[in-house]
């Protein structure tokens, strides 16, 4: 138990991890890890999100010169990815807070572009480019399906600081939670 215990503290939950490496999830193979989160919290969703900036590494350099990011992972062009696979091009990954809900998790979203924007960050300024990758469950019982709605001024801030949008949902069964 200890052990999910500090995974879950690492990052939010086991799902974060996942959506960082862009793993596939089989809920059924999370499901004793699943259940021993659910016992531990009274409300549980997957709501997160990351920011994942990729470029240069001067430019990458440069932009982080001009605002602090709490970079939680790094990587330089040529690192390896797998064993027969490197990374194009330089980038970070940016550590964003869980929400507990969709509409949580925009209002996280909005508040981290109104503070780039006031610091008028424009990734594209840099020559690099910007994307929220957001992760949602569904198919549980507090959100069963998830909807997010993407306000005028959210996009608008999304393009105003140049970074686009990526929403993926990932399946959680309810029935493998308690059982």
Known sequence: MLQIEKMSQRRGSVYSDALNKRINLDARKLAPITRALVGKLEFWSLNIAILRVCGKLEDLERLREDYTFEVYSQWKKGDPISKTKTFSESGFKVSIPDGNSPKD??????????????????????????????????????????????????????????????????PVDEEDETN
């Open 105 to 170: 998790m925009i209002e996280i979203l909005s508040s981290l572009l109104l503070e780039l924007s006031a610091k008028e960050i424009d990734f594209r300024d840099y020559g690099v480019t910007a994307e929220i990758d957001i992760g949602l469950g569904v198919g549980e019982e507090k959100q069963f399906v998830a909807t997010y709605d993407l306000p005028l001024p959210f996009l608008e801030l999304a393009v105003k600081c140049g970074v686009s949008i990526s929403m993926s949902s990932y």
